[in-house]
């Protein structure tokens, strides 16, 4: 019951910046664990950032130091900023949030429907 939707991609040369959004909705929930993922074409769906349920910060190697997490304080907004970029950035980014549903105490995996950021160079 929670809907993830990405802003913020689009087409960028080599060395330039985006910045991503995640606005999270609905109720009856709470978040425990938010981040981004991207897939490229012919690639596996791989971690960039997350927050984890422990307030912690988790980057995959290949953008630590020019990709940077953050969120609002109400932890139903997250951003990604993209410095730096390179063309091996480029992929459809997902938003992606662990939930728990506060009627059941369940949690669920959610994902947004993605947003394209291009790299030329």
């Known amino acids: 019951q929670v809907q993830l939707v990405e802003s913020g991609g689009g087409l960028v040369q080599a060395g330039g910046s985006l910045r991503l959004t995640c606005a999270a909705s609905?109720?009856?929930?709470?978040?425990?664990?938010m981040g981004w993922y991207r897939q490229a074409p012919g690639n596996q769906r791989e971690l960039v950032a997350r927050?984890?349920?422990?307030?912690?910060?988790d980057y995959a190697d290949s953008v630590k130091g020019r990709f940077t997490i953050s969120r609002d304080s109400p932890r139903n907004t997250v951003y990604l900023q993209m410095n730096s970029l390179k063309p091996e950035d480029s992929a459809v980014y997902f938003c992606?949030?662990?939930?728990?549903?506060?009627?059941?105490?369940?949690?669920?995996?959610?994902w947004g429907q993605g947003t394209q950021v291009s790299v030329s160079s």
């Open positions: 609905g109720s009856g929930f709470s978040i425990n664990e």
């Open positions: 992606n949030a662990i939930a728990k549903d506060l009627r059941t105490s369940r949690s669920y995996k959610y």
């Open positions: 927050f984890t349920s422990g307030d912690s910060t």
